[in-house]
């Protein structure tokens, strides 16, 4: 995978050993707990001389800060496409990724040097508009896996980013029709025609005004709905209509939501006319969770820690971390007990700990001690995965347990 994505280092390590020497700066969560300004590409120093990770890398330890970040700034765009293009084409294959509905969502990272050129972007957690690298994220709204990123995003751009997803989704999920859920700053009526001429369904906010909330109290014919999922207990009330835009060519679905936790209603709107009102209400309600994943990334995987002015260095930083992201997930299925478990707690009871590792000939062994959560890894069947190892080349890698 990377090296049909072009990545080498030029230093005599193969290719395949460029990506995973990255990797453990967002894998390692340590540095979240005893370093206030947790690691990214440019802060690798606390791992330099962890074996472990060295191991994973494929070498006898990870390469300093230097050279990891030198090594960031000769990959281009181009790249980091193909890489994130390749990685998402290998998740779906097995089967990570559920049904066609997507999340999307904007996300500024913020950047604080004198001398920086990032613009100013609105920083929603920050609530105000702030120097820094505006960030695209999509994420699989049934298993909440990123995948998508963007970091080299223009104000002037910001619009077109729906379009530009849809073109990626085209090569990674040819064959599934995709239905696209994002805010109302998202994007604008004009792109959402584009979105339309292409066939592709939406679910959106409208933004509201004085005028339209006025005329809420006067609308009849009010539903009562009940969104199907366990949290959502009480009944909301929905008003269903068709509608028409500036800028928009066609006809629009409004849906009016009251009883939704705000004092103010909600306007959904879509060019899905078939969809049942609890599963559009309900899909659009699951939309917190892009940002629930954001507001992990940038507690656990340190998405806020730029690591450089250069945007396209940032978006490496995220194409990490949807890796990383992806991982995690995948070793949550495969403990009993903990499949729904996000990355920081797996990391606490499974990945931050001691073990002991044995390298003879083509064989490494991995010893783990006694500790409260090894039995759940004991009753993996590690069996099927891939035991081979990039260093030695070619080595075995087994795991023991006391």
């Not at 972007?121 to 609530?127: D, F, L, M, V």
């Not at 039995?375 to 080595?395: C, E, F, M, N, Q």
Request: charged share 25%.
């Amino acid at each position: 995978m990377t090296a049909g994505a072009g990545f080498s280092d030029g230093t005599g390590c193969t290719p395949p050993s460029a990506l995973p020497r990255a990797c453990p700066s967002r894998l390692d969560g340590h540095a979240a707990r005893s370093n206030p300004k947790p690691c990214g590409l440019a802060h690798v120093g606390d791992h330099g001389f962890d074996p472990g990770l060295g191991l994973f890398a494929g070498l006898n330890a990870l390469p300093k800060c230097t050279a990891m970040s030198t090594y960031s700034y000769s990959l281009d765009a181009v790249h980091i496409e193909r890489l994130q293009t390749a990685f998402v084409r290998r998740a779906a294959k097995l089967g990570l990724y559920g049904g066609p509905f997507v999340n999307l969502d904007f996300h500024t990272v913020p950047h604080f040097g004198e001398e920086s050129v990032p613009e100013k972007h609105w920083a929603g957690a920050r609530n105000k508009a702030m120097k820094g690298a505006l960030t695209l994220i999509a994420q699989d709204a049934e298993s909440k896996l990123m995948l998508y990123t963007d970091a080299d995003i223009r104000k002037r751009e910001a619009d077109d980013q729906v379009l530009e997803f849809l073109s990626y989704w085209r090569k990674v999920r040819r064959g599934v029709a995709p239905t696209l859920i994002f805010d109302s700053r998202f994007t604008t009526y004009p792109k959402l025609s584009q979105l339309n001429a292409s066939r592709v369904k939406f679910i959106t906010l409208r933004r509201r005004g004085d005028k339209m909330l006025k005329a809420v109290d006067n609308l009849t014919d009010w539903q009562r709905i009940h969104i199907p999922h366990d949290k959502r207990k009480f009944p909301r009330l929905v008003h269903d209509s068709t509608i028409s835009l500036p800028g928009y060519k066609g006809p629009l679905r409004q849906v009016i939501v009251r009883g939704n936790g705000r004092e103010k209603p909600a306007f959904l709107i879509t060019n899905d006319f078939d969809m049942d009102l609890a599963l559009l209400v309900g899909h659009y309600a699951r939309r917190w969770r892009v940002e629930n994943g954001i507001a992990e990334a940038v507690k656990f995987f340190h998405l806020n820690a730029i690591s450089s002015p250069i945007l396209l260095k940032v978006h490496f930083d995220m194409a990490l971390t949807m890796i990383a992201d992806t991982l995690y997930t995948m070793l949550a299925r495969r403990l009993r007990g903990f499949e729904d478990c996000d990355a920081p707690k797996l990391h606490r009871h499974f990945i931050h700990g001691k073990a002991t590792v044995r390298v003879s000939g083509k064989n490494v062994s991995v010893h783990f001690p006694r500790r409260a959560h090894n039995p759940i890894l004991r009753a993996v069947d590690w069996s099927t995965l891939p035991p081979k190892l990039l260093a030695p080349a070619g080595a075995k890698l087994t795991f023991r347990f006391s």
